[in-house]
């Protein structure tokens, strides 16, 4: 693992265990449920930072090695599959611009042909 990136992942890490054990606490005082919710978002978003960190890791060592070896499939195969475990990775949804609703009628496109070959 690059140097910069573990130390990186391991503050995160250890800044989300002593986050945690804070909402825990709030839970046990009966804190009003959306403070512990915003808690616990929060350290959600900690965890993806941290996954984010971890991902360029394996990108810059494990997939470019294996690519420059020619065996570059096996290991984007292994990612694909870990990558549906964290949504941070594959759901953009919270960076786009929200869809605007035409107050037109919108025209559809013409279809173009396509010329075999």
Not at 20 to 46: H, N, T, W
Not at 50 to 75: M, P, Y
Not at 84 to 92: E, G, I, M, N, Q
Request: glycine share 6%; hydrophobic share 40%.
């Amino acid at each position: 693992m690059i140097d910069r990136y573990k130390r990186d992942v391991l503050l995160r890490l250890k800044t989300v265990r002593g986050h945690l054990d804070g909402v825990i606490a709030m839970v046990e005082r009966e804190e009003y449920c959306p403070e512990v919710m915003k808690q616990i978002g929060a350290v959600q978003a900690s965890l993806e930072k941290a996954n984010r960190v971890l991902l360029a890791n394996h990108l810059e060592t494990c997939v470019s090695d294996a690519i420059r070896q020619g065996t570059g499939q096996d290991k984007i195969a292994e990612l694909l599959e870990a990558l549906p475990y964290s949504s941070a990775l594959t759901d953009f949804r919270h960076q786009a611009d929200p869809l605007v609703t035409p107050t037109e009628p919108v025209t559809p496109m013409p279809r173009v042909k396509r010329i075999p070959g």
